[in-house]
């Protein structure tokens, strides 16, 4: 049971350039999230899935696109990078249920020069 | 929207000792979660608790909905409790959201 795994872990853009940002979960998990973490700052929430085919947008979704097509994968797409959008960002799943455990990957270090 | 604010944003310990870390926000939430993040980067869930008390093992949380505060308690502290502390909360109709606070970041040594 590998639980949430992020890839890459590392990745240095330029300005304009696109990339997708990978997650995958092997817990049947229903919820999954993307957050970005900036310096001194908690998480925040850029987009959510309640279920493979269904998204919805968090506090901060402008600059990403993201889409579930299956219950394991919930990839980030960052269209035309900005170095806004430099930070690290995790990836989280759970059951449903906001009382239930959430589960996070050990983050993507992105960098947009 | 909803507000969370986290104190004291540092905290350095001896090993052994006790401490509290607040968190306050300005509306009623359903869902409040303390989470774990130690020095190298990984989140950790603590808890669950809009409301009451919890404990597990040496961390104990208490949540007063009616009064917007909830408080993680550490006791006899180790090195690994190290890391930032961090505060979450939904607000009513929007469990599916989660809005943190800034963060209680520790420092414990030997």
């Excluded at chain 1, 304009?16 to 995958?24: K, N, P």
């Excluded at chain 1, 906001?98 to 993507?108: D, K, R, S």
Aim: hydrophobic letters at 30%; charged letters at 15%.
């Amino acid at each position: 049971n590998a639980g949430v795994t992020q890839t890459p872990k590392f990745q240095v853009l330029k300005t304009g350039q696109s990339m997708t940002l990978q997650c995958a979960q092997d817990m049947n998990h229903e919820y999954m999230s993307w957050y970005r973490q900036d310096p001194g700052m908690g998480l925040r929430l850029i987009h959510y899935s309640v279920g493979a085919g269904i998204t919805d947008q968090g506090e901060v979704p402008n600059g990403y696109n993201v889409s579930r097509s299956t219950t394991e994968d919930f990839p980030l797409r960052l269209l035309s990078a900005a170095p806004s959008q430099t930070s690290v960002y995790f990836c989280a799943s759970r059951e449903q249920g906001a009382q239930e455990t959430q589960y996070f990957g050990p983050g993507t270090r992105l960098l947009v020069l | 929207g909803i507000q969370v604010e986290q104190s004291p944003p540092d905290l350095i310990l001896q090993e052994g000792a006790n401490s509290t870390l607040r968190c306050n926000f300005s509306d009623s939430v359903n869902n409040l979660q303390w989470f774990h993040q130690n020095p190298w980067g990984q989140l950790i869930n603590l808890f669950y608790i809009p409301s009451g008390t919890k404990q597990n093992g040496r961390l104990s949380a208490t949540t007063v909905a009616t009064e917007r505060y909830s408080l993680l308690y550490i006791s006899s502290s180790q090195t690994t409790d190290s890391g930032v502390y961090f505060c979450a909360v939904s607000p009513p109709g929007g469990y599916n959201k989660l809005i943190f606070g800034a963060g209680t970041r520790l420092a414990v040594h030997p």
